[in-house]
């Protein structure tokens, strides 16, 4: 080398580094391109002289070709670029070598040839492709080559180059390491069936002494063993031809490829790192040098792979069994991971190392893996590190169920791996914790899902680890909303959550809108799987769990009126509270019981935004619980009256002293706290009550029910709409009760039937009315009906007594009525009061009468006509034929009084009801059945008002 | 054999005879390849020397003819004074007139400890030459060149080469090389071990300098030639590092150390490592080293 053409190089260096890096991009390229071009006027001699078969010359050309590779001006992208291209010229080389070495036998010629390049970059790249080749030819000489050239390479500690050129050593290599090939592995396998056999036959032939029978298996195994190492060195000298010194060394052909790559690995790793390291040029500004760290660091990054190719390749090797990589890969791997102390190499290696072997190695070698985590570099991402192992651990497991033995060891490890881990690195962040808390939890579940108390464990190292006074980020609070769903989703049954004895106390950690958001999904997640919670204690644990959906905590937003999202979230919340609360149930009573005491505990600390929504659902499922009770304790009475022996159900259920009584009697105490709250559906809900608690048969219940409800309407509700409507309701719910003494019934219809005239508005008054009218001419309908059964029954033995009589008194208590029409079945009847109904009716009329607007008048006219129909119908006698008659005439006096703005006053709907009732009227005059009910209805008039 | 003519009065023709078998070496002499043969100290060197006259009409007088081998250190910078090595004298005929005639010579096992040399200034030549002695008129000369290579018979004593390059507490590296002693086709192996390396060093490479020291009769000459460089490191190294070094000298073109040839003259061989940093500063450090000849010829010169 001349100092001559050195300089130039030099002085052109220097100012590439004086000028701005804006204008390095267009210079790399123009750089590039020039070398390239440069490369390619050599790479053409080459040929030539590659052609001609002269070796002198080619060595001279390619060396020249290689000379671009000295360049230190080119960003290691753009170097690899010019790598490739030369590399690929560097064939033509290799292929002149290897016709020259075929000739003759001068291949340390070649070797030594080569080595005559003063300039150290073409030189060695000339001496790697020389030693491919001559190992190639003869592969005895592969071991003295390999080590020759490791050695030589170290002549470039120049980071980047140094790199490109091991890659250049790996590559030209690969395919020359010696390795357990085919054949071997065969013979090997031979080799051991052929002694199990033996070993088979061993007992068959010795039955009589156990004992010696086992030592001399054992002894058997040990021979296998050194037999099957010694099988290996024949077979190797056989293929290989090993070398004296090889054996004498005790290296196996395949060891050398093991330690040749794992020695490059080291040495590119070195380089790689150094890259990190290099010194920048003095004269650029602070500002320069930050950025152009930064540059260098990212363009180290994308070298990592010229490292990772050696763990590929190691990989690759059969020869690196799961006993060869336990004992002599892994760890020197893991020691130079430790040494280099760089933390890109070390996340990168160590992830590599993960991602390169089978997931079965690191089963096998967890703890060593373990042992250098705690020591790498503080900035080394470890999250990311265990992470990916547990992500392949988990992979592997499921796709190889059962292939894991020692499940619980593992997580062991892991679990011992991370306090070791957080020990150590007092710099861990607490997020990265938490993830890998979070990992290694999917890892147990997925391991072992029967061991809860693991996930316990881990829920309470994460309460540990937030445990210091500092406020969680928003990216902790995600991972800890992932960890609380990570059992949610696994699991999907809360029975095995509310195990879980730290879970609320994670949740407690989080604010208050995440807490409301993973209890949401605690919910939720029942509901989706339709969990039924059977068991008081659990039920109680859950609330714990999910408090924040109940309680108002102190970290509680207040709740600002106007924002719809909060307001929308919170009905959400609420109305999933509602319908979770349905899935806490038992089949035994008591238990059941039990669990809706809990929740009311707990609801009746929640305040009255909650209670207005959540008491309906709760008054919903008591009563529920309630008609399951009387269910049960009919059938009770059924099986003691039959049987008077001892019942033991029947017992249980006094002894817990229990009956449906008393669940209407904690009904009624829930819903005292709702009325004041929210009269309009407390309103409902007693109506509801009273009937739920009327098929129990439970009069005074029922009553007070009743009386509730009327009470509620009396002091809270003041709109008149909603009066009508309520009142409505009133007289409608009470109309289908039956389980009331006529007297009480009578009571209660006449409160019906005074806050009805008492509406304000005259048509609500006279529609309130008439529906009071019902009250008074009450039908029992339903045939399944369990009063009405008993009633039933009753009646048919009073039948054959009295068959005369239409009035039955059944148990002193009820009075039914069988009217039996002429024409039809008989029809039952619980209530009748003709004169009361009459004075509704009639009440109705007059009140309709004082209207002004005729149409409305008409319309309401129609109404109550259609009403008194229904009763004439029934041919109670409560309505005869001439009230019908009057009304008809008065619906036709009030028309004719309106004569000439008729048709502007009827509108077609009213008109249409008209129509439709005239022509009912109509048709029950044809009908068989009806026909003489009719008769004495005249309709001529309105049908010659119809035919005008 | 090769005749001849000096000035048209007659041709010489000297010829070597024992030469089969011998190695030849091809040097440049006015910028003609030459083909000598080589020989060693004490070999026989004989020969037949033949005189015909061309022009036979006139008679040609002399005052007797000689035949002498010589060595001799030519040097162009002691005012062209040549030193005769070695030389011996044979007196072919008495003065007379000059008829065509052969003789044959012969000097047994003629000592030659010198070997033959082509320097920058200096050179080393043996020489049979022929001289035709007249009186009034210009001698009449004839030489033939031949070559002479000693093996060495005792091997010089090698020591181990350690150099060390040190500024204190920014750069410590050694080298160490376990001969000082080489024969012409060696290899030079070495290491170069690094124990603090501050300095951003950017490549390092050997080079052979050959240095021929003359010591003419007033001052000393010396000539430094470096004959070649070679490049051991590329990059910066780490501390703790040992960087390999193996070089090989068939390539070169050396010859063994000389020392003290006739009191002035030597030749002596180099190693000397650059150690160059970013700026382009140097570093280096220089050892002799020791050439032999283990045989005749270097492989490069068959």
């Known amino acids: 080398m001349s100092r001559k053409d050195k300089t130039p190089k030099i002085s052109q260096k220097n100012q590439e580094q004086k000028k701005t890096p804006t204008t390095q991009v267009g210079e790399q390229t123009q750089l590039l391109d020039s070398l390239k071009a440069a490369a390619r006027r050599s790479g053409f001699y080459l040929q030539r002289s590659v052609q001609e078969g002269k070796l002198s010359d080619s060595i001279k050309q390619a060396g020249e070709m290689l000379n671009g590779l000295r360049s230190s001006s080119l960003s290691p992208k753009n170097y690899y670029d010019l790598y490739l291209f030369v590399s690929d010229e560097l064939r033509y080389f290799g292929l002149l070598l290897r016709e020259s ?56 500690p120049h980071p980047t180059r140094g790199l490109f050129l091991r890659h250049y050593l790996s590559q030209m290599t690969k395919d020359l390491l010696p390795d357990i090939s085919e054949s071997e592995k065969g013979s090997k396998n031979g080799n051991e069936k052929e002694i ?39 077979n190797n000298k056989n293929l290989q031809g090993n070398e004296n010194e090889d054996k004498k060394n005790n290296v196996l052909p395949w060891m050398i490829s093991i330690n040749f790559t794992i020695q490059n690995l080291i040495e590119m790793n070195k380089l790689w790192i150094r890259i990190q390291h290099q010194k920048l040029p003095g004269n650029i500004s602070k500002l320069e ?88 570099h503080q900035e080394v991402n470890i999250k990311n590190i265990i992470i990916l192992l547990i992500e ?188 979770f609360i349905h899935l806490l149930r038992s089949e035994n009573i008591a238990k059941s019981f039990k669990i809706l005491q809990i929740i009311a505990d707990t609801f009746s600390s929640g305040g009255t935004r909650r209670i207005k929504i959540t008491i309906p659902p709760l008054v919903f499922s008591a009563l529920q619980l309630a008609n399951g009770i009387r269910q049960l304790e009919k059938e009770k009475k059924k099986i003691l009256n039959n049987n008077n022996k001892e019942n033991k159900d029947h017992d249980n259920l006094e002894d817990i002293g229990l009956s449906a009584k008393k669940i209407f009697e904690f009904i009624h105490k829930i819903m005292t706290s709702l009325t004041k709250l929210l009269p309009l559906k407390s309103l409902k809900l007693f109506l509801q009550c009273a009937l739920a608690s009327d098929k129990c048969n439970f009069e005074p219940i029922a009553y007070e029910f009743m009386t509730k409800a009327i009470l509620v309407y009396n002091d809270h509700l003041k709109d008149p709409k909603t009066q ?31 806050y009805s005239a008492k509406l304000n508005i005259a048509p609500h008054q006279v529609r309130a009315i008439v529906t009071c009218s019902y009250l008074f001419l009450s039908i029992i309908k339903q045939p399944l009906n369990i009063a009405y059964k008993e009633i039933k029954e009753k009646i048919e033995i009073q039948d054959e007594k009295n068959k005369n009589k239409k009035i039955v008194k059944v148990e002193k208590v009820k009075k039914i009525i069988e009217y039996k029409r002429p024409s039809n079945e008989p029809v039952l009847l619980y209530f009748i009061d003709v004169k009361r109904l009459l004075g509704c009716i009639s009440r109705a009329i007059r009140v309709a009468g004082s209207l002004m607007e005729p149409s409305l008048l008409f319309e309401l006219l129609i109404e109550i006509l259609n009403t008194c129909l229904y009763f004439f119908e029934l041919d109670s006698g409560a309505v005869n034929s001439s009230f019908i008659n009057t009304l008809l005439d008065l619906i036709l006096q009030k028309k004719s009084e309106n004569e000439s703005n008729w048709k502007q006053l009827l509108t077609k709907p009213i008109y249409n009801f008209y129509y439709l009732t005239f022509k009912h009227i109509k048709l029950c005059k044809k009908n068989k059945e009806t026909k003489r009910l009719f008769k004495p209805i005249k309709i001529e008039k309105i049908l010659k008002d119809f035919l005008k | 054999m090769s005749f001849f003519t000096s000035k048209g009065l007659c041709t010489i023709g000297i010829e070597l005879t024992n030469t089969q078998d011998r190695p030849i070496k091809v040097v440049k002499r006015n910028k003609k390849k030459k083909n000598l043969y080589v020989f060693s100290s004490k070999d026989t060197i004989s020969g037949v020397v033949e005189i015909k006259a061309t022009k036979k009409r006139k008679k040609l007088e002399h005052i007797g003819i000689e035949l002498k081998l010589c060595g001799v250190l030519e040097s162009s910078l002691d005012s062209g004074i040549n030193t005769d090595l ?47 002695k007249r009186n009034y008129a210009v001698n009449i000369k004839q030489e033939k060149e031949f070559c002479v290579r000693n093996l060495d018979p005792k091997i010089p004593k090698s020591v181990p080469i350690k150099m060390e390059v040190g500024i204190e507490d920014f750069l410590h590296i050694d080298f160490t090389f376990p001969k000082s ?68 000298l068939e390539n070169l073109k050396i010859s063994p150390t000389y020392r003290k040839i006739a009191k002035r003259f030597s030749v002596r061989y180099y190693l000397t490592l650059f150690l160059i ?26």
Request: charged share 25%.
């Open chain 1, 101 to 156: 070495i075929k000739k003759e036998p001068i291949a340390s010629i070649i070797y030594r040839d080569v080595q005559f390049t003063s300039r150290i970059i073409p030189r060695l790249y000339l001496l790697i492709t020389a030693g491919a080749v001559v190992i190639e030819n003869n592969p005895k000489k592969t071991r003295e080559i390999l080590l020759d050239l490791l050695e030589m390479c170290k002549g470039v």
């Open chain 1, 724 to 754: 009508y409507q309520m009142i409505n309701y009133i007289s409608s719910t009470l109309q289908t009760l039956r389980a009331f003494h006529p007297d009480n019934y009578s009571l209660l219809c006449n409160q019906c039937g005074g």
């Open chain 1, 196 to 234: 199990e056999k033996e070993i088979e036959k061993e007992p068959k032939n010795q039955k009589s002494n156990e004992n010696e029978n086992k030592n001399e298996k054992k002894n058997e195994n040990k021979n296998v063993k050194i037999k099957k190492e010694e099988s290996k060195t024949e």
């Open chain 1, 392 to 579: 392949r651990l988990i992979n592997f497991a499921n796709n190889n169920p059962k292939s894991i033995e020692n499940t619980f060891l593992i997580t062991q490890i892991f679990s011992k791996g991370i306090s070791s881990i957080t020990r150590k690195r007092t710099s861990l962040p607490r997020i990265h914790l938490l993830s890998i808390l979070n990992g290694l939890m999917k890892l147990s579940l997925c391991l072992h899902p029967q061991r809860i108390d693991f996930i316990n464990h881990m829920l309470s190292s994460c309460v540990k680890s937030i445990a210091i006074q500092k406020k969680l980020t928003k990216d902790e609070i995600n991972e800890i909303l992932s960890i609380l769903s990570t059992p949610l989703d696994f699991y999907n049954d809360l029975n095995i959550l509310v195990q879980l004895e730290n879970y609320s106390m994670l949740i407690d950690t989080l604010p208050n809108e995440n807490r409301r958001i993973i209890s949401l999904k605690f919910l939720e997640n029942g509901l989706n799987t339709l969990t039924i919670v059977s068991s008081p204690k659990k039920v109680s644990k859950l609330l714990e769990i999910t408090k924040v959906l109940f309680l108002d905590s102190k970290d509680s937003i207040s709740e600002n009126e106007e924002d719809e999202n909060l307001k929308s979230l919170f009905f959400r919340e609420q109305y999933t509270v509602c319908r």
């Open chain 1, 289 to 376: 040098r930050v950025s152009s760290r930064i540059k260098l660091t990212e363009e180290r990054k994308d070298l990592c792979s010229l490292v990772g190719t050696n763990l590929v390749r190691l990989s690759q090797l059969d020869s690196v069994t799961l006993e060869v990589y336990k004992e002599r890969v892994l760890p020197i791997l893991l020691e130079q991971i430790e040494q280099c102390g760089d933390k890109i190499a070390q996340s990168y290696l160590t992830e590599a190392i993960i991602l390169v072997f089978p997931d079965e190695y690191h089963i096998h070698t967890l703890p060593d893996l373990f042992s250098i985590l705690p020591n790498l």
């Open chain 2, 86 to 132: 070695v030389s011996s004298v044979k007196k072919l005929a008495t003065a007379g007139t000059l008829s065509d005639r052969k003789w044959q010579f012969s000097f047994p096992e003629f000592n030659m400890p010198q070997e033959s040399y082509d320097g920058v200034n200096t050179s080393i030549h043996y020489y049979v030459k022929v001289t035709i």
């Open chain 2, 181 to 248: 002693v080489y024969h012409l086709n060696d290899v030079i192996l070495g290491r170069i071990n690094y124990y603090l390396a501050k300095i951003n060093l950017k490549y390092m490479q050997i080079a052979i300098i050959k240095r021929e020291v003359f010591r003419a009769s007033e001052e000393t000459f010396t000539e430094k030639k470096t004959l070649c460089t070679f490049e051991v490191m590329d990059g910066a190294p780490v501390k703790g590092e040992s960087i390999p070094v193996r070089f090989f």
């Open chain 2, 277 to 302: 940093d970013e700026r382009e500063k140097r570093y280096f450090k220089q050892n002799e080293i020791i050439f032999y000849r283990k045989s005749i010829l270097k492989i490069d010169e068959k």
